[in-house]
Nanobody
Framework: VQLQASGGGLVQTGGSLRLSCAASGDIDIIKDMGWYRQAPGKERRLVAVIDLGGTTRYAESVKGRFTISRDIAKNTVYLQMNSLKPEDTAVYYC??????????????????WGQGTLVTVSS
C-alpha cells in the first residue's frame, strides 16, 4: 500500500487548507485512514481518522475546525482545515490500516504512512 499526501503549505491565522491522501496498491486491506501531525520536538499525534463506514474520531484540539472525509471510490481521504492557528503548524502524515476501535488514536497501530506534508500557519 502506498499513500501520497498533498495540499500542505503556508497560510495565515484563520485561513484554510485542504489536505488529500490517495491510497494505491492492496487497498482492500485498509479499513481506516486518517491524519496525524508532528510538530518539531514533539511526538506524532492523532488529528482525525475515519473508517469505511464513515465513523470519525478527532483530536479535541481540532474539533469544530477540521473535517475529515473519505471518497472510497477514489481511495482518497481528505482533511479540510479551517480557522487555522499557529499551533496547528506541523508536518501532517496520512496513515492507513485496519485498526481496532480502541487503538485508533495510537500511531503505531497504523501499518502504512505517507511521506508527510508541511502545514505552516503564520501569526
Amino acid at each position: 500500500v502506498q499513500l501520497q499526501a498533498s495540499g500542505g503549505g503556508l497560510v495565515q491565522t484563520g485561513g484554510s487548507l485542504r489536505l488529500s491522501c490517495a491510497a494505491s496498491g492492496d487497498i482492500d486491506i485498509i479499513k481506516d485512514m486518517g491524519w496525524y501531525r508532528q510538530a518539531p520536538g514533539k511526538e506524532r499525534r492523532l488529528v482525525a481518522v475515519i473508517d469505511l463506514g464513515g465513523t470519525t474520531r478527532y483530536a479535541e484540539s481540532v474539533k469544530g475546525r477540521f473535517t475529515i472525509s473519505r471518497d472510497i471510490a477514489k481511495n482518497t481521504v481528505y482533511l479540510q482545515m479551517n480557522s487555522l492557528k499557529p499551533e496547528d503548524t506541523a508536518v501532517y502524515y496520512c496513515a492507513a490500516g485496519t485498526v481496532i476501535q480502541s487503538s485508533r488514536a495510537i500511531a503505531s497501530a497504523y501499518a502504512y504512512w505517507g511521506q508527510g506534508t508541511l502545514v505552516t500557519v503564520s501569526s
